[in-house]
């Protein structure tokens, strides 16, 4: 029998694919000196991961995720990812988000 017949009101949880996502705004102070430095650590061992697109995923993901960016460097992130998009050559990826964080620091 289900609840409605019975007389119980159920209360749903929204589902994942329909809560909508939010903004969290700027990270605390020292979020972008952080993400710079993990984003720096990911590159420094870009040539020895075992998918080097994945990693350089994981760095475009870090820098991304942490907050207070200027417009130019969110946009220059944004081009990077859109670049990486487009399935470049795995020895292109080095110096191209090398040039990227010396743009940001």
Do not use: F, N
């Not at 029998?1 to 749903?12: D, F, N, P, T, W």
């Amino acid at each position: 029998m289900l609840a409605q017949e019975r007389g119980i009101l159920v209360r749903h949880a929204t589902p994942v694919w329909r809560a909508k996502m939010r903004d969290p705004g700027p990270g605390p102070p020292g979020s972008r000196q952080q993400a710079l430095a993990e984003a720096r650590k990911l590159v420094r061992t870009l040539a020895s991961a075992p998918d080097p697109k994945r990693r350089a995923q994981a760095v475009l993901s870090e820098l991304r995720h942490s907050g207070g960016w200027s417009p130019e460097a969110r946009s220059a992130i944004e081009a990077a990812d859109a670049w990486l998009r487009e399935r470049p050559a795995v020895e292109a990826i080095g110096p191209r988000l090398r040039a990227l964080l010396a743009r940001l620091a």
